[in-house]
């Protein structure tokens, strides 16, 4: 019993305690209470004032507010560096500043457009300024020599210096992205670049136009002299400078095309700008075939072989003159096209008036007309007419062409039979054939004139010279030392044609020439002493009379062989004669003083004879 009093004594004392431990913690706690609803009184008018600043911070109103703070901050520091302009050495930064105002403009409402359109046109023009400025530059440079760098390709032109080059790559990257009213019917600004960019872009052709020009003109000019002065003999080299120049021409238009491909504003309308840089190249070709006309027209066969050279190396040009100033340009004129027709009119023109010019040239005087000396030289219609057949191989594909289009034989005009005409009656001919039966007829009309021009010589002697040396000079031109492969079409027939004629002529000039020195030797039986003296006087002032022609009257003066080979025949004919007439009366005393009388031995004749042809 004591046991369990006492545990429920101390069981007392531990509730007593604890009741004591809550009143304390009660206390406490309603302390803190106070001290919570005191706080609680304190913080309330702060959370209020709180709570509405965080609904004003989350309205539209503010953000809008905030954002166009932020764009006008934007848009102030882009328009100073619109007005400011681009750096040449990094339009980078002005190219960007552009750009973001272009996509504000586009994107974020009308109420920005007034201020924003003004810069992103400015900006526009201030690209397009420096574009042309750098243009301007690279046309202000030291022009080309475009024949220089043919043939192209492989050689490139070099039209814009790459390093200018370089430096408008990135502009027109960037110009080329503004927006256009084909692209952006409604962007506000876009008419305002179109018409930017458009005169840009014209700006570019008239300088490139003007620059391409002045690169041509010192070679055209040279060509316009050349022109002027032209002669037979120049006529194909001339005719190869002038096609020289205008591929160099064309090419210098083709590779401003491809520049211009690089560099356009606007490509849509590349067409229209290469057609006004290419402009004054046409203008140059048209004057220089206006000249070229001028000057065949005064004389067709001075300059026929220059025609002849134009036609076919023109006509080889066609069709990148059809591509490059036509179709990339959109013309419809054609001036090449029209030059080539007009020498090919030329040209065929050319044969028959040929022929007919030879012709004339054996038409001796009327008789009350003044007699004209020929001399005993070769004949300018002779010359002409080896000058004339030795142009043939040069050209011979365009030659034939002409004469097949002409037809064998029709180069006569119908004035008599032609060779052509009678040997190819029943088949077509080649060109090859047809070449040589032009030459025929030309050869047989020449020999034809020359016969009848050494009639106009009133001493025999001098025109049977005549005659040798022409008909000589043509048989070695064309025959025996041709410079040129001119004998590859002197068919057979119309070599022995030259050769009867050289044999007639020879015999011709002997018979004019030595017939009264040797008749002087014939033999007279009633003649007697005094009339072997006669004939001694009368072979050696004749002889005298000869060598007297002959140191005046050149013999074959161009064909060295020729006069060795006539002073051979020369000699073999009168020496003979001369040794039998002086054996014969050497024993006869028909002189007290003979030397008075044989002037010279037959081996000093012989000399004498020789001399003749040195």
């Not at 018409?195 to 010192?218: C, D, I, P, V």
Request: net charge neutral; charged share 25%; proline share 6%.
């Amino acid at each position: 019993m004591d046991d369990e009093a006492a545990d429920i004594q101390l069981l007392d004392q531990y509730l007593h305690k604890t009741s004591q431990i809550s009143t304390r913690m009660t206390s406490i706690l309603k302390k803190f209470d106070d001290r919570l609803k005191h706080l609680e009184k304190s913080i309330l008018p702060l959370h209020t004032s709180t709570h509405a600043l965080t609904r004003i911070s989350d309205s539209n109103t503010l953000q809008s507010i905030d954002k166009v703070a932020s764009n006008q901050q934007d848009t102030a520091a882009e328009e100073a560096v619109i007005l400011r302009g681009p750096r040449s050495n990094d339009p980078g930064p002005y190219i960007d500043a552009l750009e973001r105002l272009n996509a504000t403009l586009a994107f974020r409402g009308d109420r920005f457009n007034q201020d924003t359109t003004q810069l992103v046109e400015t900006g526009a023009k201030k690209l397009s300024q420096m574009y042309t400025k750098l243009v301007a530059e690279a046309c202000s440079g030291s022009p080309i020599d475009p024949i220089s760098h043919l043939p192209s390709p492989p050689n490139p032109f070099p039209t814009i210096p790459p390093q200018i080059l370089k430096s408008l790559q990135p502009l027109v990257s960037a110009l080329r992205r503004l927006p256009l009213p084909a692209t952006h019917p409604s962007h506000p600004v876009a008419p305002q670049i179109y018409n930017t960019l458009k005169e840009a872009q014209r700006g570019y052709g008239e300088m490139r136009g003007t620059w391409a020009k002045k690169s041509l003109e010192q070679d055209y000019r040279q060509l316009l002299g050349q022109i002027e002065t032209a002669s037979s003999a120049n006529g194909l080299d001339l005719a190869r400078d002038v096609g020289q120049w205008v591929e160099a021409l064309l090419a210098l238009a083709q590779a401003e095309h491809e520049t211009l491909e690089r560099v356009a504003l606007l490509p849509s309308s590349i067409q229209s700008t290469f057609a006004a840089a290419s402009a004054p190249l046409v203008t140059m070709f048209s004057s220089l075939l206006s000249t070229i006309q001028a000057t065949i027209k005064k004389s067709l066969l001075t300059h026929v072989w220059f025609a002849f050279g134009l036609w076919g190396i023109l006509g080889n040009l066609q069709p990148v003159w059809d591509d490059v100033m036509r179709q990339r340009t959109g013309r419809k004129e054609n001036e090449l096209s029209e030059a080539v027709h007009a020498l090919r009119g030329v040209c065929l023109r050319s044969f028959p008036e040929f022929i007919m010019d030879i012709k004339q040239a054996g038409i001796p005087p009327p008789p009350n007309a003044k007699q004209i000396e020929l001399g005993t030289a070769v004949a300018d219609v002779t010359k002409m007419t080896v000058a004339f057949l030795n142009q043939i191989p040069d050209l011979q594909g365009t030659i034939s062409a002409a004469l097949r289009t002409l037809g064998d034989g029709n180069w006569k005009m119908g004035d008599g039979p032609s060779v052509g005409k009678m040997a190819s009656a029943e088949s077509e001919v080649d060109d090859h054939t047809l070449l040589e039966h032009f030459c025929h007829d030309v050869v047989v009309t020449l020999t034809t004139s020359l016969t009848s021009l050494s009639k106009i010589q009133r001493r025999a002697s001098l025109s049977s010279i005549f005659l040798l040396n022409n008909v000589s000079h043509l048989r070695t031109k064309l025959i025996l030392e041709p410079t040129t492969p001119i004998d590859e079409f002197i068919s057979s027939n119309t070599q022995n044609h030259l050769n009867a004629q050289y044999r007639v002529a020879k015999a011709a000039y002997f018979e004019a020439n030595f017939t009264v020195l040797l008749s002087s030797l014939n033999e007279d039986k009633k003649a007697g002493k005094s009339g072997t003296k006669e004939k001694f006087a009368t072979f050696f002032d004749t002889l005298e009379e000869i060598a007297e022609r002959h140191r005046f009257a050149r013999v074959l003066g161009d064909d060295a062989n020729g006069r060795d080979g006539l002073a051979d025949d020369v000699v073999r004919l009168v020496i003979p004669a001369l040794q039998r007439f002086m054996q014969k009366h050497k024993d006869k005393e028909f002189s007290k003083n003979p030397q008075k009388y044989i002037k010279a031995t037959p081996e000093e004749v012989e000399t004498q004879i020789r001399n003749f042809y040195r």
